[in-house]
């Protein structure tokens, strides 16, 4: 059972430009959370998705930042326009349902923004 | 917020000795859980404690959650230089989807 997959692993990208962040849960969760971690800093949430569905987006920026989760295929963080600050590293988590479970985290994206 | 707060930011110590690394929280939970991050990597989860449990154990780890006082530690016995890394609390705040993770303790255990 492969764990959850984000890809890509490093991302650069221009101010300006997008981009976009890709994760696969866990086979059989529905469930799919994005952090961002700042250097030597803690994980902060951004939002939660169930398969179609954003439940919460409470730590999202209002601008710029977008997430989905489709029916078929990986969850989708999309940044536009990136601005230097936006560099961080994205973690994606899922979980077979909400509440009092563990999160099982994929291996992150680092983005960088030159 | 419901960032918790860990302490000490950093710890060194000779392998073999024990590491303790507290945790402290604002509000109610339904659960706490403990995961470890070594540098530049993601995080791999340590351990879960309900909000009903005082003390878990899982091999080398002891985790205590003390619901009156909102907080709690994670003891790491016979410590190794594989164990060096950052540990994060993450709280599952009662009513929330998501956790709300801590500052962190970078741990260096020295051979």
């Known amino acids: 059972n492969a764990g959850v997959m984000q890809n890509p692993r490093h991302l650069v990208r221009r101010r300006g430009q997008e981009a976009r962040l890709r994760c696969s849960p866990m086979?059989?969760?529905?469930?799919v959370y994005w952090y961002r971690q700042l250097p030597e800093e803690g994980l902060k949430f951004m939002v939660y998705?169930?398969?179609?569905?954003?439940?919460?987006e409470s730590g999202m920026p209002k601008e710029r930042f977008s997430a989905e989760f489709p029916k078929e295929g990986p969850s989708i963080l999309r940044i536009q326009q990136v601005v230097r600050g936006d560099s961080a590293a994205y973690f994606c988590?899922?979980?077979?349902?909400?509440?009092?479970?563990?999160?099982?985290f994929g291996p992150g994206t680092r983005l960088t923004v030159l | 917020s419901q960032q918790g707060e860990e302490d000490p930011q950093a710890l060194s110590i000779q392998e073999g000795e024990n590491a303790t690394m507290n945790c402290s929280y604002k509000t109610s939970i339904n659960n706490l859980q403990w995961y470890r991050q070594n540098s530049g990597r993601g995080l791999v989860h340590l351990i879960l404690i309900r909000s009903n449990e005082r003390e878990k154990h899982s091999g080398r780890l002891r985790v205590t959650l003390d619901t009156s006082k909102k907080s709690s530690s994670l003891l790491i016995t016979a410590s190794r230089a594989a164990d060096t890394a950052s540990y994060f609390c993450?709280?599952?705040?009662?009513?929330?989807?998501?956790?709300?993770f801590g500052t962190g303790t970078r741990l260096t255990v020295i051979p």
């Open positions: 993450a709280m599952l705040q009662t009513g929330a989807n998501n956790l709300f």
């Open positions: 086979k059989g969760h529905s469930h």
């Open positions: 998705l169930q398969k179609e569905n954003i439940i919460d």
């Open positions: 988590a899922s979980s077979p349902r909400w509440q009092d479970n563990e999160q099982f």
